[in-house]
C-alpha cells in the first residue's frame, strides 16, 4: 500500500523517515491538508483522496489560467472540482472589478484594489492547486458554485 505525507499529501518511500517534497517528519502528527479548512469543529469536512490529488494536481494549478479546464479534463475529481470552484470566484471577482471600476475616482481605487487583490489570491491558488494543498482562498474561498 502506498504512503502519502500527512503534510502535503505527496507519496512516499516504504522507507522514507521525511518527506521529499515539504520536509515533515513520516508518521508525526499534522493537521490534514486535505481537508477543506474553514469547516466548524464538528462538522463534516471534505477529504480529498491523497491519489486523487496525486493525479489531478496539475489540472487543479491549471484551473486558475482555464477554470473550467478540470470540469473537461477530469470531471470525476474532487480535488480538481475543488480549485475550479476557487478559480471560478477569482474569475467572478475580476468581472465584478470591472463592473465596479465604471465608477469615477471611487470605483477606479476600489476596482484597482480588487484587481490586485484577485491576482495575488489568484497566484495563492495556482501555487495550492500545483503542491497539492486544498486551502480555501482568502475572503471568498467559502463560496461553493461548483458542487
Avoid at 464538528?42 to 477529504?47: K, L
Avoid at 486523487?52 to 496539475?58: H, L, M, R, S, T
Avoid at 470591472?98 to 476596482?111: A, D, R
Wanted: charged share 10%; aromatic share 8%.
Amino acid at each position: 500500500m502506498a504512503k502519502f505525507c500527512q503534510s502535503c499529501g505527496k507519496s512516499l518511500e516504504d522507507n522514507a523517515q521525511f518527506c521529499a517534497g515539504c520536509g515533515a517528519t513520516v508518521g508525526a502528527a499534522a493537521p490534514n491538508p486535505t481537508a477543506a479548512p474553514g469547516a466548524a469543529a464538528g462538522s463534516a469536512q471534505e477529504v480529498f483522496d491523497p491519489a486523487d490529488i496525486e493525479k489531478n494536481k496539475a489540472m487543479a494549478g491549471l484551473a486558475y489560467i482555464i477554470f473550467f479546464l478540470p470540469l473537461i479534463a477530469c470531471p470525476d475529481s474532487k480535488f480538481a472540482r475543488f480549485h475550479a470552484n476557487q478559480a471560478l470566484l477569482v474569475v467572478l471577482l475580476i468581472i465584478a472589478a470591472s463592473i465596479i471600476m465604471i465608477i469615477p475616482i471611487l470605483g477606479w481605487i476600489v476596482g484597482f484594489v480588487a484587481y490586485i487583490f484577485a491576482g495575488v489570491i489568484g497566484i495563492m491558488g495556482l501555487i495550492n492547486g500545483f503542491t497539492g494543498k486544498a486551502k480555501q482562498l482568502p475572503l471568498i474561498g467559502k463560496i461553493s458554485i461548483i458542487k
